[in-house]
């Protein structure tokens, strides 16, 4: 990278304080248990962890909001948590990191999902799953397209569906957050699940993995960069989305986006030095990717920036953000390297 394309780069962070993104879907606690292992169990063939440490951060959509928060931009997080000490601990954390949580809504016929992960030293061990069957009433579904059609009105650079498949982001939900957000001109970045896949039609950009994209199409995934280009070339097509940012783990990723008519293909190798743990990864790539198109960026300078920033999120353990200073800084390192 030279020196004019760095100082483009820094051009777009530095407006990133000014850019308010809205973030739509599932959110949950999660929960790290760490310690060490000396001996196995003489109940079971398993290891048996000596806790040294306990702590919880903002999982889901909570840590989209959270990427967005410590980048420097000013995140909306519309969703559904449930009237309980978790959903309590879970607003406890976003307030500390300066995220409003004005938009979340409290349900009583439900609980706030948790995920906890018992890590010994470096490696986990077992993660175990509290997760709550949202149903969500007409009521209650009105209510959130009321919030977010609010939110909309107040000023939004992009909108991020996070969809973890925990029962927000039902058919309904999609089709019209999509649709007000279209009418109002807003970009919508999409991080997926399968089973919602064929329902992110018109977006701005889809960022599943390799695994994601094949299994959203009903494809047995192949390997090489040959065959991911023609999925993305179907997927593109499939659901008329302007872009589309396959992420490949150390291979780096692929974006597929359309301009003036054409389809053009680019792929950004790996950014990453170390990698301790990949969780997470997803919602910062998609925060980054999201914030960077509001801030001004094409969308090959936003896949550009989001692949540095996960490149930096990878090489933290747990549930982790990335901030302005971090993006900077690993920029610059890679830059005077280029050219050195």
């Keep these: 990278m030279d020196p004019a394309s760095f100082k483009k780069l820094r051009g777009i962070i530095d407006n990133f304080s000014a850019q308010r993104v809205v973030v739509l879907g599932d959110v949950m606690l999660d929960r790290y248990i760490r310690g060490s292992v000396r001996r196995i169990s003489p109940e079971a063939p398993?290891?048996?962890?000596?806790?040294?440490?306990?702590?919880?951060?903002?999982?889901?959509?909570?840590?989209?909001?959270?990427?967005?928060?410590?980048?420097?931009?000013?995140?909306?997080?519309?969703?559904?948590?449930?009237?309980?000490?978790?959903?309590?601990?879970?607003?406890e954390h976003l307030s500390d990191r300066g995220v409003d949580t004005g938009s979340l809504i409290s349900d009583r016929s439900t609980f706030t999902g948790e995920k906890t992960?018992?890590?010994?030293?470096?490696q986990q061990v077992v993660r175990f799953d509290r997760e709550p069957e949202l149903q969500l009433t007409p009521s209650l579904q009105k209510t959130i397209l009321s919030v977010l059609d609010g939110q909309f009105k107040a000023g939004a650079g992009?909108?991020?569906?996070?969809?973890?498949?925990?029962?927000?982001?039902?058919?309904?939900?999609?089709?019209?957050?999509?649709?007000?957000?279209?009418?109002?001109?807003?970009?919508?970045?999409?991080?997926?699940?399968?089973?919602?896949?064929?329902?992110?039609?018109?977006?701005?950009?889809?960022?599943?993995?390799?695994?994601e994209a094949y299994q959203g199409m009903r494809l047995i995934q192949k390997d090489g960069q040959a065959a991911l280009e023609e999925l993305g070339k179907k997927i593109v097509?499939?659901?008329?989305?302007?872009?589309?940012?396959?992420?490949?783990?150390?291979?780096?990723?692929?974006?597929?986006?359309?301009?003036?008519?054409?389809?053009?293909?680019?792929?950004?190798?790996?950014?990453?030095?170390?990698?301790?743990?990949?969780?997470?990864?997803?919602?910062?790539?998609?925060?980054?990717?999201?914030?960077?198109?509001?801030?001004?960026?094409?969308?090959?300078e936003a896949a550009l920036i989001s692949n540095f920033a996960a490149g930096i999120v990878v090489g933290k353990l747990g549930t982790a953000t990335v901030t302005r200073e971090e993006l900077l800084e690993n920029i610059k390192s890679w830059t005077k390297t280029a050219l050195s």
């Design 46 to 91: 398993v290891p048996v962890v000596k806790v040294r440490e306990e702590r919880s951060s903002p999982g889901g959509s909570a840590n989209v909001a959270s990427n967005l928060m410590a980048l420097g931009a000013e995140p909306r997080l519309i969703a559904v948590i449930g009237n309980d000490k978790t959903g309590e601990e879970l607003r």
């Design 117 to 122: 992960r018992v890590i010994a030293e470096h």
């Design 158 to 211: 992009a909108l991020i569906l996070s969809d973890y498949g925990k029962g927000l982001l039902t058919p309904h939900i999609i089709e019209a957050a999509i649709t007000l957000a279209v009418r109002r001109g807003v970009p919508v970045f999409v991080d997926p699940k399968t089973e919602h896949f064929a329902r992110y039609k018109r977006v701005t950009c889809l960022t599943p993995n390799t695994m």
């Design 237 to 300: 097509k499939s659901l008329n989305c302007r872009s589309l940012l396959i992420t490949q783990g150390e291979h780096g990723m692929t974006l597929f986006n359309t301009t003036g008519g054409r389809l053009k293909i680019l792929h950004i190798p790996t950014k990453a030095r170390e990698v301790f743990d990949v969780t997470g990864a997803g919602d910062t790539v998609i925060s980054t990717l999201a914030l960077a198109s509001a801030a001004g960026a094409s969308l090959e």
